[in-house]
């Protein structure tokens, strides 16, 4: 088997096995968005909203909706300034060194969203490889990897 031809196998192994993962989570969506919602809080507790909001006491999306008040992007802006100017344990656990830039919406002015290496990590390089899955269950002749690339 030539080189090139065993890394588009092994590519499409763990492709298959990632859609395999995906359909199975899809079936269980309730499941993984109570399990997420619970990581979320378990993470966030000891920061400045997590001591205000009772996080140590929230269980479930009940709880969380009860002590949890929906707030629009003015009431944690000074929050979020805070953080920006180095603030840890704001509102979420660490030091977050970036934001993302929104259009503005209200008032004509940009928000600034924290995001932390962690997310993306998790949802930027993992959303790659599932749409690379979702690409060959729908395309199985495709083949991402089967050229050379130019230099």
Known sequence: MRPRSLINSSISYYLSYLYAR?????RRIHEQQDAMLKSLIHKAKRTEIGREFGY???????????QV?????DAIREHIQRMMQGETNVLWPGLV???AKSSGTTADKSKF????????????????WYTLALLYHRNPEVRVFADKTSS
């Open 97 to 99: 060194t970036w934001f």
């Open 69 to 73: 008040p929906i707030r629009n992007y």
């Open 22 to 26: 995906l359909q199975y989570r899809e």
């Open 56 to 66: 140590n006491t929230i269980r479930n999306y009940k709880d969380y909706a009860s």
């Open 113 to 128: 969203i924290p995001v932390t290496t962690e997310h993306l990590n998790h949802t930027h390089t993992r959303s790659g």
